[in-house]
């Protein structure tokens, strides 16, 4: 009898419904999509060993349509699902406190459904939790597209302790902002604009940029961070960022053609290039302007205000699918044999798993 | 997408002058002076506004019965309007039309409208005027969460992406069709989705933020006038007053509306975040809303003073000729 | 000038006026036909081929619509508020339920809500009258739904001849127009000028003249009391028959003269009896020329009930010429 094992699905039912469908042809990911990823999700749970399940009630329409979906007959058991009982504001603090008891409740391990909005607000709050990052749409660098039954097993190896050793989870950078005080994080990029409003969150179009700090940066990644991507990149396990001030085209140094949205992609001016490294105070140069983290523009600031960025290593903690499944694979933990039969990898050329497990 | 000072002000004048205009009507309707059905618009100035920015008088709307907001932002003169809501014969409609039917076709007003979802057509013909005629106009037609369901703006999404026409449908979800719920009616998640099945972009915006409706607005009507074809943009709001004038309300949680005045308030928002930007002065704001003042206390006196509509008026206007 | 028939004095009036003024547009479901398929366009040129060959003259402006009557009809509305004179096809009268809306809360308010400010010059061509064996949904006679609402001005002609004129007048017209045609008289023939010319709303045909008594009528059944009142002669009764042509603006003058002189009146009207143009005009009568009558009125209609399938009893239930004939003869003898 091995000790209860629950894990968190956190999905947000606001996600993914920006200017970006009007300027970038973003996909669309309905709700009846992310629910049929939470079903599939909850199988691969079951399967895996996973006890129990907390989620958080929304008024989108996710745990309605779900306990309808969790009453009718499933091929695969799915383990119990709770919802927590918790007041509903449709908005951030339903994420920020339903984390928080799922945290409190002791989960081996949190899913999230959403983008890299969401990841952001629940990296406030997971502390040392390991998430795993499931993207809903195209349009997120933080979370990959995956599909979510594998997402499921590899989650439940590592919450029930199946997969202990450390190369199953690796932690993340985070990147912070203050103004005046208050603080905020990405954990892809921020990037200041000196535009002087902010109307839909989404970063597209690249005239006024001015700054861009990245705390990790692929050169196959589409968004903001495919700047600095294309011209220093620096993997999510690098110990430093990257810092590019940027200009319009016809006035930097270099011109980089980026994808900074999906379906967009456009010449962005560099000016310089810095490394970042972590808990280095960086300023902010323009007086007056916008923040961008993550490529939505949430924070607008004016030369009164007292504007700080810098580099943390603290970030959340990430469960590696690959590597959970290839550990899978390697130890035979979905394997089990019957003494009685012959076992199939004993036979002919196919005994490398066998040996090595 | 820029905003100078000039914008900045006339959208601020614009959403002030719907608020002070329909708090006025809320404050006329209950001496019993104003007549019949009165819906009104305060809460959700943002979106006219920040939608109608855009466009000028050759550019084309529909509206819904709450429609007050929707033809000061179009450009309709207040006076008239107000004057109009009194069934007087000054009024714009010669007060034969009344607060759910102004229309100002020489401002590209084509009408508030009596029946929900009555918008949809009438602007794919405005649409398909501009396309035939090959002249750059857009239309934009509004309806609200309830409208949204009705066949008319079903079939009318069809058709505006069928004929790929310049018209933009902007869903105006208050959160209730007279007395019921959204999360009742609806059987989508966010009524931009609809836009899927139609093919074309849907998007969400919060429609007490006016920079975020402008932002959106205005890329989907420099699309549809360059021959983009059609967008749906559903704005998330919430109405400060009931269904229409006279309804208590008792459906809708007690603190609801203050919540969203206290701390979402279109207009205030606005402000607040213009004077932060440097984009406009506080001195600039107040002088405007001495003008607001002034021109509805004006419009309610001339509204009062006004002659009703006399008995020969009765059969005139049915027909061009008959 | 030429012997023509009545789809092809449609056909000839939508061009002229798509010709001389390119506000013009015409659309409709199928009245081009083949929009989108792998075949030819223009195929179908309309269910009936009324409109076949305009899409190849005046290309766009010649428009397949979706079945979606609400938004194509509403769409024709608001066009004609916004600087096109569309003409727009509603297939069959009896699809007014799927879009009456946009006709009779939109199309015909405007003006009046607005102050007088609005013009929407829209025609909406329609099909209607039973006797295709097209039962209940595709053969009713609803003009009288349309003439009941201030706003509209309603169009129901009976030769080829005025069709087009009718038809042109109602294009360069500035107010809203249903325009109805009968769909058994697509293939009558009668001699039609070339050239456009107009005939005014409001002003009825007498299309018989004659002393004893006055046959009110309208559509198809213009052709039926013709031949009641052709049978009649024989039996030395002089039917007057007047063509309303137009139901709104109705021309009472015309049918007052007449009943004033005669003395007697037969309505003939194919739509369902209750609240209908027989029973419009025998108030009319009966208000205004009570003093001429030497006879109550006699309305010959069809049944209140809906257009039966079977040929044995869709032949019951449209007026003939028969019964226009026998309701005659019963007034021809009438003594008070």
């Known amino acids: 009898m091995h000790k209860t094992s629950a894990?968190?699905?956190?999905?947000?039912?606001?996600?993914?419904?920006?200017?970006?469908?009007?300027?970038?042809?973003?996909?669309?990911?309905?709700?009846?999509?992310?629910?049929?990823?939470?079903?599939?999700?909850?199988?691969?749970?079951?399967?895996?060993?996973?006890?129990?399940?907390?989620?958080?009630?929304?008024?989108?329409?996710?745990?309605?349509?779900?306990?309808?979906?969790?009453?009718?007959?499933?091929?695969?058991?799915?383990?119990?699902?709770?919802?927590?009982?918790?007041?509903?504001?449709?908005?951030?603090?339903?994420?920020?406190?339903?984390?928080?008891?799922?945290?409190?409740?002791?989960?081996?391990?949190?899913?999230?459904?959403?983008?890299?909005?969401?990841?952001?607000?629940?990296?406030?709050?997971?502390?040392?939790?390991?998430?795993?990052?499931?993207?809903?749409?195209?349009?997120?660098?933080?979370?990959a597209l995956r599909e979510a039954t594998i997402a499921g097993l590899a989650t439940a190896l590592v919450a029930t302790g199946q997969v202990t050793d450390d190369g199953a989870t690796c932690s993340n950078k985070a990147l912070r902002v203050s103004v005046n005080g208050t603080r905020d994080l990405a954990l892809v990029d921020i990037c200041v604009s000196t535009a002087l409003w902010t109307g839909s969150k989404a970063v597209w179009r690249v005239d006024s940029l001015s700054q861009l700090f990245v705390a990790f940066a692929e050169a196959d990644a589409v968004g903001l961070s495919s700047v600095a991507g294309l011209i220093r990149p620096v993997s999510r396990r690098d110990h430093a960022g990257v810092r590019l001030d940027l200009a319009p085209p016809g006035e930097a140094a270099m011109s980089v053609t980026a994808p900074i949205a999906p379906g967009l992609v456009v010449p962005v001016g560099v000016a310089a290039v810095h490394d970042l490294l972590p808990g280095e105070r960086q300023t902010v140069c323009a007086p007056q302007g916008v923040i961008a983290l993550d490529g939505e523009r949430e924070i607008e600031f004016t030369d009164g205000d007292r504007v700080a960025v810098w580099l943390d290593d603290d970030g959340p903690r990430t469960i590696d699918v690959e590597r959970v499944m290839a550990r899978a694979a390697h130890s035979g933990l979905l394997t089990s044999t019957d003494q009685t039969l012959s076992n199939p990898l004993q036979k002919g050329d196919s005994t490398d798993a066998a040996e090595q497990g | 997408m820029q905003l100078n000072k000039d914008d900045a002000l006339r959208a601020y004048r614009t959403m002030k002058t719907i608020r002070v205009f329909e708090d006025r009507v809320h404050v006329e309707f209950e001496t019993g002076e104003v007549p019949g059905f009165v819906h009104l618009y305060a809460g959700e100035e943002a979106i006219a506004t920040g939608v109608c920015l855009h466009l000028d008088d050759g550019d084309r709307i529909a509206s819904t019965h709450r429609g007050h907001g929707h033809c000061i932002a179009k450009g309709c003169d207040v006076r008239g309007m107000m004057a109009e809501i009194y069934g007087r014969k000054p009024g714009l409609c010669a007060g034969k039309g009344g607060s759910m039917h102004i229309a100002d076709l020489t401002k590209g007003m084509m009408g508030a409208n009596g029946i929900v979802g009555g918008a949809p057509p009438l602007v794919c013909g405005a649409g398909l005027a501009a396309k035939t005629l090959g002249n750059g106009r857009v239309a934009v037609g509004f309806v609200g969460d309830g409208g949204s369901n009705q066949g008319t703006t079903h079939e009318s999404l069809n058709l505006a992406s069928v004929w790929q026409l310049p018209c933009i449908f902007v869903v105006e979800n208050n959160g209730y069709a007279e007395a019921t719920s959204v999360k009742y009616s609806t059987a989508c998640d966010d009524l931009a989705d609809r836009a899927s099945g139609f093919n074309m972009p849907g998007i969400v915006v919060d429609g007490h933020d006016f920079f975020e409706v402008y932002e959106v607005a205005g890329e989907a009507i420099d699309r549809a006038r360059a021959g983009g074809g059609p967008t749906l943009i559903e704005c998330k709001v919430n109405r400060y007053y009931g269904h229409f004038e006279g309804d208590a309300q008792t459906y809708r949680a007690p603190d609801e509306v203050e919540n969203v005045r206290q701390n979402r308030d279109c207009i205030d928002n606005f402000a607040a975040r213009a004077v932060s930007a440097g984009l406009v002065q506080e001195d600039d704001l107040a002088s405007i809303d001495r003008d607001i003042s002034d021109l509805i206390e004006d419009a309610v006196n001339l509204a009062k003073a006004a002659p009703k509509p006399e008995a020969e008026d009765l059969l005139t206007d049915v027909y061009v000729s008959y | 000038?030429?012997?023509?028939?009545?789809?092809?004095?449609?056909?000839?009036?939508?061009?002229?006026?798509?010709?001389?003024?390119?506000?013009?547009?015409?659309?409709?479901?199928?009245?081009?036909?083949?929009?989108?398929?792998?075949?030819?366009?223009?195929?179908?040129?309309?269910?009936?081929?009324?409109?076949?060959?305009?899409?190849?003259?005046?290309?766009?402006?010649?428009?397949?619509?979706?079945?979606?009557?609400?938004?194509?009809?509403?769409?024709?509305?608001?066009?004609?508020?916004?600087?096109?004179?569309?003409?727009?096809?509603?297939?069959?009268?009896?699809?007014?339920?799927?879009?009456?809306?946009?006709?009779?809360?939109?199309?015909?308010?405007?003006?009046?809500?607005?102050?007088?400010?609005?013009?929407?010059?829209?025609?909406?061509?329609?099909?209607?009258?039973?006797?295709?064996?097209?039962?209940?949904?595709?053969?009713?006679?609803?003009?009288?739904?349309?003439?009941?609402?201030?706003?509209?001005?309603?169009?129901?002609?009976?030769?080829?001849?005025?069709?087009?004129?009718?038809?042109?007048?109602?294009?360069?017209?500035?107010?809203?127009?249903?325009?109805?045609?009968?769909?058994?008289?697509?293939?009558?023939?009668?001699?039609?000028?070339?050239?456009?010319?107009?005939?005014?709303?409001?002003?009825?045909?007498?299309?018989?003249?004659?002393?004893?008594?006055?046959?009110?009528?309208?559509?198809?059944?213009?052709?039926?009391?013709?031949?009641?009142?052709?049978?009649?002669?024989?039996?030395?009764?002089?039917?007057?028959?007047?063509?309303?042509?137009?139901?709104?603006?109705?021309?009472?003058?015309?049918?007052?003269?007449?009943?004033?002189?005669?003395?007697?009146?037969?309505?003939?009207?194919?739509?369902?009896?209750?609240?209908?143009i027989a029973t419009d005009i025998s108030a009319l009568v009966a208000q205004s020329a009570f003093d001429a009558l030497k006879a109550p009125i006699r309305m010959v209609t069809a049944p209140h009930s809906p257009v039966p399938f079977s040929d044995a009893l869709e032949d019951l239930y449209i007026p003939t010429a028969a019964s226009i004939e026998a309701a005659a003869r019963e007034l021809a003898e009438y003594r008070s």
């Open chain 1, 7 to 143: 894990v968190g699905i956190l999905a947000n039912p606001a996600a993914g419904r920006d200017i970006r469908r009007l300027v970038a042809q973003a996909s669309v990911f309905p709700l009846a999509e992310k629910c049929n990823m939470i079903s599939r999700l909850l199988s691969a749970l079951g399967a895996g060993g996973v006890d129990e399940v907390y989620m958080m009630p929304d008024a989108g329409g996710i745990s309605r349509r779900l306990l309808r979906m969790l009453q009718t007959p499933s091929l695969q058991p799915r383990p119990p699902v709770t919802f927590f009982d918790m007041p509903v504001v449709d908005g951030a603090a339903d994420t920020l406190l339903a984390v928080e008891r799922m945290v409190e409740a002791g989960v081996g391990a949190i899913v999230v459904l959403g983008g890299d909005g969401t990841h952001r607000l629940v990296a406030q709050v997971c502390g040392d939790t390991p998430l795993t990052a499931l993207s809903t749409g195209t349009n997120n660098v933080f979370p």
């Open chain 3, 1 to 276: 000038m030429g012997i023509k028939t009545f789809q092809q004095a449609i056909s000839e009036a939508l061009a002229l006026e798509m010709e001389r003024d390119e506000r013009v547009i015409v659309m409709g479901e199928d009245i081009v036909g083949g929009s989108g398929a792998d075949g030819e366009m223009d195929a179908w040129g309309g269910p009936l081929g009324v409109t076949k060959g305009l899409w190849g003259k005046f290309g766009d402006r010649v428009l397949d619509t979706p079945i979606t009557e609400s938004a194509f009809i509403g769409a024709a509305i608001g066009a004609a508020t916004t600087g096109l004179r569309p003409v727009v096809e509603l297939m069959f009268i009896d699809f007014m339920g799927v879009c009456f809306d946009q006709i009779f809360n939109q199309a015909a308010k405007f003006r009046y809500m607005f102050g007088g400010k609005a013009e929407t010059p829209v025609v909406i061509r329609t099909m209607f009258g039973a006797g295709l064996r097209a039962a209940a949904q595709h053969s009713q006679c609803l003009y009288p739904l349309f003439t009941h609402i201030p706003g509209l001005k309603v169009v129901v002609p009976s030769t080829p001849y005025d069709a087009k004129g009718l038809l042109i007048e109602a294009i360069r017209d500035n107010d809203p127009v249903i325009f109805c045609e009968h769909k058994l008289l697509y293939t009558q023939e009668g001699e039609v000028p070339d050239e456009a010319y107009t005939i005014p709303f409001g002003e009825a045909a007498v299309v018989r003249e004659g002393e004893d008594l006055t046959i009110v009528t309208l559509g198809r059944m213009v052709h039926r009391a013709v031949e009641a009142a052709e049978a009649l002669a024989g039996s030395g009764i002089d039917c007057e028959i007047v063509d309303l042509r137009t139901t709104s603006p109705m021309d009472e003058d015309a049918i007052l003269e007449s009943v004033e002189n005669t003395g007697r009146l037969v309505v003939v009207d194919e739509a369902n009896p209750r609240c209908n």
